[in-house]
Each structure stands twice: as C-alpha cells, then as structure tokens.
C-alpha cells in the first residue's frame, strides 16, 4: 500500500488470491451498506478515526481537553 499522507509508512504486501479476495469482500461490504444507508457512527469517541474527522461538527461533540 503506498501511504501518500505527510510522514506515512508505505507498506508493502505481495498480491494474492486471499488478498484480493478480502478486498473485494470489504468493498462489497461497503456498497451494500451505502446502498441501505446503514452507517451507523461509533459508539464511542475514538480519537484517532473522530479525532481527524471532516464530520464531526455533526456527528456529536468533541471532547474536552
Ligand atoms: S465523528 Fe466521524 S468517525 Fe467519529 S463516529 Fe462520527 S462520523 Fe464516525
């Protein structure tokens, strides 16, 4: 995988059938759940995926320092 953000680690990994085969299934994943409007928000603050999210502001409220 190559990492394009500022200080990010390119990771690489050998493309075979089980690799593929798992990313398919997450896009498909992915799909159906746009398709259906099941996104449902986490459950709790986790910094690292809310703490640098563009939706926040209308997700639920940042947490104080
Ligand atoms: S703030 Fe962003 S990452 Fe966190 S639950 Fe809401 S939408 Fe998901």
Same mark, same amino acid.
């Given at each position: 995988?190559? /990492?394009?953000?500022? @200080?990010?680690?390119?990771k690489r990994e050998?493309? /075979?059938? =089980?690799?593929?085969?798992?990313? %398919?299934?997450?896009? %498909? ?6 398709? @259906? /409007?099941?996104? =449902? %928000?986490? =459950? ?5 995926? +809310?703490?640098? +999210?563009?939706?926040?502001?209308? +997700?639920?409220? %940042? =947490?104080?320092?």
């Open positions: 995988m190559l /990492n394009l953000d500022e @200080k990010g680690q390119t050998p493309v /075979n059938d =089980p690799l593929l085969t798992g990313v %398919r299934d997450k896009i %498909r994943d992915a799909g159906e759940r746009l398709r @259906k /409007n099941d996104l =449902p %928000r986490l =459950p709790t603050w986790q910094e690292h995926a +809310c703490g640098t +999210c563009d939706v926040v502001g209308l +997700c639920r409220t %940042r =947490p104080s320092r």
